[in-house]
């Protein structure tokens, strides 16, 4: 980058300096609303709008155009801007703003492009598949490179709420970002352009010139991405139906607009709550209604014709907006938050509801209100909203007759208040992360005390069933939008208790959908019965572990055919723990397997589980496996273990072991059973000779008992 700058000494002062800039400017602009206008991805589309706004902002340009005097050059000039800029920004404690440096420098290198018919070259032209490491790049190069042969990116200085960053997002590219020391890095152990090195964007390593044994490790990696993106596919289009055809509707939580695509991709039917206070944070002041109307018309238009229930400004209190002045509170989650602050912030309110009202003519939009406490605020919500919608109709705009308002149930008074705020409510949706916070008066963000507000706990559940059949009661459609909505486990309380919806992190509804699909609706409702008669949330957790246990992992058993591998290639005990893990995760039983392997890695470290004869037993508790489980290996060359006999591997059977409550021993059961029967000579000669998954099962049938 420093090269960059270096190129404008000896560029020319012109006479009519201002021109030549004005010029330039007004083409850019052209060239980013016609690329913008090509542009197939949204973020992309947001991105160039954001450069383009950037040269329409008077104080910007006004900035150059004043330091062109004293015969400096046009690209002095700028530079000069540039540098002003940067000081501004990387004096910024926000991070987000310090990335947008990056942005300035893009569109003055482009600026002085157009002025000095490219001078400087910020192509780069890939010919075959390449990792790009650097310290930055701006968003204009990343756009111009073969998305083909890029296999991944590394930006040393930019954070990962760069635009480039979330560009690499956008376009599935495996990123790094944001590496201190990186200057300390030796570049040389790459040695010829043959080399390889790996990125891996979920844990956020750079591997250089990777031994073999990472190799393969990432080998068997990509091998289970591929297999558990399939499998995401294959449940995503399941019909959100128990067995007995009791339909739950799947939707999504996103933040942003550009998250609608990727939730239908993954099965939901619609969006149950955009958390729209994300369009008003890292900025100066609050968007726009124009702003505000973009990004909800697109969010709807992606979501063709699915609902999308956009909940209105949930700020305040301990998530504050510098903008808004709100003065600090000895108690801010008791404080002056969402609907509570809207008729001092009138102006903002209204802003919110016009842009969503003129949004509602593109789609199938719903609108929600935080924090609802009690019926007074939400007829007021409601006379606000009907005034606003009068005032656009008087003037022509087009908006949706029928836009479903609804009720955000967090606070316990809503609970004890439904027939109240029905009247002024089409819909409700139960916020259990607040909900449970206020129920148990037990701060989320607080760790003393979090475990309090635990879902599971019978107090709770019996709330819920109270709120729930007041609103089936009342025929009012309720969903449930807070973290709950999305725990695998609780499905069949959530499914008895009658919620219509339930709105989950995208990731996790190909499982929820799967699950949905397992179940019987009467069992779920009788589940709910026996609940609410516990007395703890344990006895509750307990009951639902049977129950999932029963109905949806039945053929879950102990031992399966899915659980065994009879020509592993693994060729060091590294590779083979990943094999044990990557056959959890390919079985369904799993989604977390680096703490598996952590799990499994730290019995290791302590003693090897090589027990002789050829073979170890690898095993853990953990709580992150849906079902106790053995998995059976059977290696094609035996790998070094640390046995106590010193003899290599060659069968590795892992226990790994569904961690319910402390006392449980299960794992010293089962590995005293294997003992037993490994010191036959006939039993492991029977174990090695095993042709088949069906003789393995045979043999080791005695493990289930
Ligand atoms: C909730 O409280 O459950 C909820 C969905 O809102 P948030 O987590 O954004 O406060
Ligand atoms: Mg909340």
Redesign the pocket.
Known sequence: NNDVWNKIDDLPYFVDNKIRFSNAVQSLKARLVSERSTALDSNVKTILEAHYSLLDDEEFIQNITSKMTNELSIAKAMHSAYLHYQNIFAGSTNLYLQQRVIDIQDLIIQLINIIYDNVIDTTIKLSEPTIIMTKELTPSVFLSLDKNLLKGLVLFSASSTSHTAILARSFDIPTVSDIDGFEDINFNVLGDNKSCSIIDGNRGLVLLNPSNEIINYYTIEVKEAYTFQKQNLEYSNLEPVTLDNHRVELVA?VATNVEVERAITYGALGVG?F?SEFIFMDRHSAPTEDEQFAIYQDALIKANGLPVIV?LL?IGGDKPLDYLNIAKEENPFLGYRAVRFYPEYIEIFKTQVKALLRASFYGNLWIMV?MIATATEMQWVQNEVLILKNELLAKNIQINSNIPLGT?I?VPSTAFAIEDIAKSTDFFS??????AQYFFAAERGNHKVSHLANVMHPAFIRLLQQIVSKCNQLKKFVGM???MAGDIDCLPLLVGLGLNELSMSIPVIPSIKYNLSKLNYTKCCELVLEACKCSTSTQVKQLLDVFNAVNINQEQKLLSDSLILLDSNADSKHLAIKEVVSLLKGSGRTNTMDEIEESLWLREDTYATGIGYGVAIPHCKTSVVSHSSVCLIKLNNPIAWGSIDNEPVRFIISLIIKEDNGGDNTHLLLIAKLSRNLMKEDFRNSLFNCKTSTEILELLNFLNN
Request: with cysteine; proline share 6%; hydrophobic share 25%.
């Open positions: 939580n709550l958390r909940r949930d935080p955000m967090e139960i916020g259990t992360n607040d909900l939008c807070g973290e």
